[in-house]
């Protein structure tokens, strides 16, 4: 799409709509990733936009997003005109009905809007930040998570393989799940590198960067060092998983190994270079 396609361009909200407008932005909150929740079931989501009805009111148009892994990159998932609001007396929770407005339907789950968001709040008035509200692009279909383009392509961040992981589209799952390989994991802020391999011991490369996802080390120990001073946060916004090679299931775990090591040779892994330790 062109930078200087706005969303208001597609959705042709007047100014006077606008300002009785109100745009939700949904983020991880330390227990679930709503776009984890958009793949496996979009319609929990409507808990969320509608948690706290006091920031509501009859009339108003509410748009609802969640954050992409892509930094500063929000996918539309609803938008809906409130008909009405429960009195919750002091109590938080979901107390609103909404009416969704039909004629956005075809851009909900494919219209990715480029937005910083660098107040952090997650409720914004439609008037304050529609100008910056730009089309990042268009999804041909509603989103699914990440498209598998062979294995030579692979390279995700973690918030990609978790959604990989943890989302309903089995296509990049199936692609992980019955390989053996030598992986690489980049920390993209120092360069240093970590080679690591997937063999049948290690429950194949699905399995493998699994534990990643779980611990955010996967059991290395300066992994796990690094996570202990940094905290987990920085393994999730920095590091970022490749395959080198990849092998069928049949291949015996020995010669992986063995790839393995040439590998840390090559990268020199080892040492102050990289998170290796043998």
Not at 73 to 100: S, Y
Not at 172 to 201: C, E, F, H, P, W
Not at 259 to 270: A, L, Q
Request: contains cysteine; hydrophobic residues 35%.
């Amino acid at each position: 799409m062109a930078d200087n396609i706005m969303l208001n361009d597609l959705l042709n909200i007047s100014e006077k709509q606008l300002q009785d407008t109100r745009v939700r932005f949904h983020i991880n909150n330390g227990k679930n990733d709503p776009l984890t929740i958009f793949l496996q079931d979009s319609s929990q989501l409507q808990e969320w936009q509608y948690w706290n009805s006091k920031q509501f009111k009859v009339g108003q148009l509410s748009i609802g997003f969640v954050r992409m892994p892509t930094k500063d990159e929000w996918l539309l998932f609803t938008i809906d005109t409130v008909i009405q609001i429960t009195d919750l007396k002091g109590a938080t929770g979901v107390g609103c009905v909404v009416e969704p407005v039909d004629k956005y339907n075809k851009y909900l789950g494919r219209v990715v809007v480029k937005y910083p968001n660098k107040n952090k709040q997650i409720f914004r008035v439609g008037s304050s930040i529609f100008a910056d509200l730009t089309v990042s692009r268009i999804l041909e279909t509603v989103y699914s998570g990440k498209k598998f383009e062979g294995y030579h392509n692979v390279r995700l961040s973690y918030y990609d393989l978790e959604l990989i992981i943890n989302g309903k589209d089995d296509a990049y799952r199936n692609a992980l799940s019955n390989q053996k390989a030598v992986y690489v994991l980049t920390d993209k802020k120092t360069k240093q590198l970590y080679i690591g391999s997937a063999t049948s011991k290690k429950g194949m490369l699905l399995k493998r960067w699994s534990d990643y996802i779980n611990d955010c080390s996967g059991g290395n120990k300066k992994l796990t060092e690094l996570v202990q001073n940094k905290g987990v946060q920085y393994f999730k916004d920095n590091f970022q998983f490749s395959i080198i090679e990849n092998y069928n299931c049949n291949i015996d775990d020995d010669y992986i190994l063995d790839r393995e090591k040439y590998w840390k040779e090559v990268f020199c892994s080892r040492g102050e270079n990289g998170y290796n330790i043998n």
